[in-house]
């Protein structure tokens, strides 16, 4: 009986487990129901949702529309493969999926601790140049 009782819980355990670790993570995090969103990609800036109205979303889209959206994708593969030379675990496919936005957020994180970096070492030349200058 305490065999049954403990198979039971551990059944229950594991399912409520599951169910916690497979919420999905392609939607913003406050999502309302009946309100539709698009996630913003821009190479120098956080990859943010937005509210788009669900009736201005097309279904077909022109051949000018076409293009733009396969350069898009060359560009993006191109910048996946970059990430991926830098050592981040990205697949180069041309569409934006988790791996890509972990990657993309720890590069530009990266990318503001160096140019911060920068522009300190820049202040203290600068002040010992001024200090140099004083001296005289």
């Known amino acids: 009986m305490k065999k049954l009782q403990l198979i039971v819980t551990l059944l229950a355990f594991l399912a409520f487990n599951t169910q916690v670790k497979a919420q999905n993570s392609n939607l913003p995090q406050n999502a309302k129901p009946g309100i539709c969103y698009e996630r913003c990609f821009e ?48 697949q180069a496919t041309g569409y934006i999926n988790n791996k890509t936005v972990k990657a993309h957020h720890k590069y530009l994180k990266k990318q503001r601790k160096a140019a911060k970096r920068k522009r300190k070492l820049e202040r203290k030349q600068q002040r010992k140049l001024s200090r140099k200058n004083s001296k005289r």
């Open 43 to 90: 190479y120098d800036k956080k990859i943010e949702w937005k509210e788009v109205d669900c009736s201005k979303v097309k279904q077909e889209k022109s051949k000018k529309e076409l293009v733009k959206c396969e350069q898009d994708k060359i560009k993006l593969k191109k910048y996946q493969e970059k990430l991926k030379s830098l050592g981040y675990d990205v």
